[in-house]
């Protein structure tokens, strides 16, 4: 079992910077890739962005590449979501997700979710 909080939401304007946490429990982080995923009003969770379970290798939405980038601290059980130049439309709940068969941007391998925490990009 494990479980994730995520933290460092906010109100931020374009063009902005914001850097998300994920923080898991247990001692088996290791062993689980993480994701993230966002859900706009109204519109259905999509995925940002992936990392494989030692950090070593990345996925990205194409909306996303260029401005955000993951990383992950295994001794700190821990994933960050750096996000750059952020536009009015990366707007939504931003939603950690860990997978323990693989990763990548399908919402069904992901086994643990956590509770989201919300970004709001102004004009």
């Known amino acids: 079992q494990v479980q994730l909080v995520e933290s460092g939401g906010g109100l931020v304007q374009a063009g902005g910077s914001l850097r998300l946490s994920c923080a898991a429990s247990g001692r088996t982080f290791s062993s689980y890739a993480m994701g993230w995923f966002r859900q706009a009003p109204g519109k259905e969770r999509e995925f940002v962005i992936a990392?494989?379970?030692?950090?070593?290798?990345?996925y990205y939405a194409d909306s996303v590449k260029g401005r955000f980038t993951i990383s992950r601290d295994n001794a700190k059980n821990t994933v960050y979501l750096q996000m750059n130049s952020l536009k009015p439309e990366d707007t939504a709940v931003y939603y950690c997700?860990?997978?323990?068969?693989?990763?990548?941007?399908?919402?069904?391998?992901?086994?643990?979710w956590g509770q989201g925490t919300q970004v709001t990009v102004s004009s």
């Open positions: 997700a860990a997978s323990s068969t693989g990763y990548g941007s399908i919402r069904s391998l992901y086994n643990y």
């Open positions: 990392i494989n379970r030692s950090g070593g290798s990345t």
